[in-house]
């Protein structure tokens, strides 16, 4: 398949139980609802238009991949990340581990895996920040300004910040004109596995 093809990849990588499900379904349905980390969670295909006063602008369509429950599995990381043109980095912003995680094992994988994503560093589950909050927002933004990532603290719980952190990622993909398609909505659809060919029932010469 030629890549011009390709719908765009949005990925997000972390540590375990860093809320990253949680933070794609907030997103993708609008609630919250804590849910255990699993493996082989299926892509989800979204359309969304870019925040512009132009209502024309044709809207993005992306594949959004949570990797939820893959990072017990290092070897997963590089055909998660392989080809994406965004990565969210996640991190509790209650749990200092899983910031060092960040700097330390996923800012690498990102380097040589998907050296031309687009990066963004997102801190989860803020709503609980004043009585556990580990990693303060001052050294977060000083780690993605010196990476050059861009930067959000977010909520699913609340929703605090979450329809802002991917209405920047539907941006990032509107500015580097990948695959825009005319639609006035929002639509999602589960990736379906190719149908078998139905047999030819054409006569074959001998």
């Given at each position: ?95 200092t581990m899983s ?22 560093l997102v801190g989860t ?82």
């Amino acid at each position: 398949m030629a890549m011009a093809n390709r719908v765009p990849k949005v990925v997000t990588v972390g540590s375990i139980s860093t809320g990253k499900t949680s933070l794609v379904r907030r997103y993708l349905v609008g609630d919250f609802k804590p849910v255990p980390a699993t493996v082989g969670y299926v892509p989800t295909i979204v359309k969304a238009r870019p925040d512009c006063k132009d209502h024309l602008l044709p809207e993005v369509k992306f594949e959004l991949i949570d990797t939820a429950g893959s990072e017990r599995y290092g070897a997963l990381a590089p055909s998660y990340l392989r080809g994406a043109v965004v990565v969210m980095l996640v991190y509790d912003v209650n749990d200092t581990m899983s910031f060092d995680a960040v700097q330390h094992r996923w800012k690498e994988e990102v380097r040589v895996h998907a050296p031309d994503a687009h990066v963004i560093l997102v801190g989860t589950k803020q709503d609980a920040a004043p009585c556990g909050r580990q990693v303060i927002t001052e050294r977060a933004a000083n780690f993605a300004a010196d990476s050059g990532y861009t930067f959000f603290e977010t909520s699913a719980k609340t929703g605090t910040n979450v329809r802002q952190l991917f209405r920047a990622v539907v941006n990032i993909l509107s500015r580097a004109g990948r695959h825009l398609e005319l639609s006035d909505s929002i639509v999602l659809e589960r990736v379906r596995k190719p149908e078998k060919a139905a047999p030819d029932k054409k006569c074959r010469c001998s």
